[in-house]
């Protein structure tokens, strides 16, 4: 199985200051503790 992922709504995702799930999120919640490398973080439209 192939998938393509938009990384840059991945990093977004990643970077929410607040982890809470929500019902729309297009990906599952990081797991507790995760901290975003700085290169990778960016700011959530």
Excluded: C
């Excluded at 840059?8 to 975003?36: C, H, M």
């Amino acid at each position: 199985m192939i998938v393509e992922l938009d990384i840059a709504n991945l990093r977004a995702f990643q970077s929410r200051a607040k982890r809470w799930p929500k019902e729309d999120d297009p990906y599952k919640p990081v797991p507790e503790g995760f901290t975003i490398a700085g290169f990778r973080k960016v700011t959530p439209e």
